[in-house]
Nanobody, 125 residues
């Protein structure tokens, strides 16, 4: 059974940091791209970052470049998202997902077939 489980969300003040983790199981991790998306109340789901588990290539939304870092631990089947200098507008439910997609076009949710349940990130001002 394919499973993706996010963890690490919480409440943080503006300027603070959080580290999200996505633990994957039930599939061959190295074959896939893992993407991080977020959805704020009343807004569409948007891509944040993604990483190819096969070659480690990464991609970031312009709004998070320089502040967020995505990394993959293939031995543990885990993808992490280090989020620094958080802003109130980063408040959302963050999801990880599995897809077969090149990283430069990895922000289309339709490209992903399995999703985690999400983890809430709240940034206070």
């Amino acid at each position: 059974e394919v499973q993706l489980v996010e963890s690490g969300g919480g409440l943080v003040q503006a300027g603070g940091s959080l580290r999200l983790s996505c633990a994957a199981s039930g599939f061959t991790f190295d074959y896939y791209t893992i993407g991080w998306f977020r959805q704020a109340p009343g807004k569409e789901r948007e891509g944040v970052s993604c990483i190819s588990s096969s070659d480690g290539s990464t991609y970031y939304a312009d709004s998070v470049k320089g502040r967020f870092t995505i990394s993959s631990d293939n031995a543990k089947n885990t993808v992490n998202l280090q989020m620094n200098s958080l802003k109130p507008e980063n408040t959302a439910v963050y999801y990880c997902a599995r897809g077969i997609v090149v990283v430069t076009t990895c922000f289309e949710p339709i490209e992903y077939d399995y999703w985690g349940q999400g983890t809430q990130v709240t940034v206070s001002s």
